[in-house]
């Protein structure tokens, strides 16, 4: 039985993963989200108890040894990981045993303003950032962080992390109805995440009970919403949708294209027969290749 380790759990995007949770026994977070999978609780900015580096490597060594097969390691806490004070020398340590493993952290990105936390994140293969809001206004109401953190700051911390790492960035945005699903919202975040510059978005809806009262958006809204987002490879994140294809001319499909790179998974849900048929043709003729993300597999077109 481990006590910081998890999973393996199977994931579209990233494969088999094996989670390390660093703060198992209660919620240490910066973020008190309307949307939290977790309890509501208080928001705090430092990580009370932190595990050592050894108690958590000894746990993960057994795990490896359990679960040979996992194709990534995910550091995330109940709460926050960039919270813990010894993040750097964890992940160095975790990148010494293992092999050919990915290792990715989940992170609210609040922390991305500390030079010291940037520095632990470079140690990192993936690195997933929550960005939900890019007015400070929109982001109170639905993230409700700790006074100590700044949107502003976060989104500057994000431009200069990503201009220094040379792996994988990818950011999340999960929509709550009736509070960032505008066209206004979208158009904002688009404006900043062109200047993040990310390998990635992740655009998702809730879909799990949350701490408060908030409710998810469909995913034809995700779908419409997705459309304001330019030039980054965007994955509409399904787990439950069920969505009718659509035709699109092979006019449209270049358009598409060369808005943003489409993902494998939006393809097959929203493209008809005779619309993959098109894309299929475009590929066959060089007119369009696939290109891999952080382990998601996007069409992007060549002309
Ligand atoms: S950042 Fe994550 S853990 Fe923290 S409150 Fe938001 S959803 Fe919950």
């Given at each position: ?107 609210n990105g609040a922390l991305i303003t ?6 632990a994140l470079l140690e990192f293969d ?82 799990r009970p949350s701490a408060y009262r ?90």
């Amino acid at each position: 039985m481990f006590k910081f380790i998890f999973g393996p759990v199977s994931s579209r995007r990233f494969g088999l993963s094996l989670g390390v949770d660093l703060s198992p026994d209660i919620k240490q977070c910066n973020f008190d989200c309307l949307y939290c999978e977790l309890k509501g609780a208080k928001t705090v900015d430092t990580m009370q108890n932190p595990p050592s580096v050894k108690e958590i490597t000894d746990e993960l060594k057994t795990a490896l040894k359990k679960y040979p097969d996992i194709d990534v390691i995910t550091v995330t806490a109940n709460g926050e990981p960039t919270l813990y004070p010894y993040l750097k020398e964890l992940a160095r340590e975790i990148n010494g045993l293992k092999c050919d493993k990915k290792l990715l952290i989940l992170s609210n990105g609040a922390l991305i303003t500390d030079k010291s936390v940037q520095e632990a994140l470079l140690e990192f293969d993936i690195v997933k950032l929550s960005l939900d809001a890019a007015t400070p206004q929109l982001f109170k109401k639905l993230d409700r962080a700790h006074k100590s953190v700044d949107l502003e700051r976060m989104i500057e911390g994000m431009k200069e992390f990503s201009g220094v790492f040379k792996n994988e960035l990818v950011l999340e945005t999960l929509v709550v109805k009736d509070l960032n699903d505008t066209r206004d919202d979208f158009l904002a975040l688009n404006r900043v995440i062109n200047e993040i510059k990310p390998s990635r978005i992740d655009l998702g809806t809730i879909d799990r009970p949350s701490a408060y009262r908030v409710l998810p958006v469909s995913f034809e809204t995700l779908e419409i919403l997705s459309r304001e987002i330019e030039n980054v490879p965007l994955v509409i994140v399904k787990r439950k949708a069920i969505v009718s294809p659509k035709e699109f001319s092979l006019d449209e499909i270049i358009q598409l294209l060369r808005r943003r790179p489409q993902s494998a998974e939006d393809i097959e849900a929203f493209f008809d027969k005779e619309s993959k048929e098109r894309l299929k043709k475009l590929l066959d003729e060089g007119r369009a290749e696939t290109v891999s993300v952080a382990g998601v597999v996007f069409y992007k077109i060549l002309q």
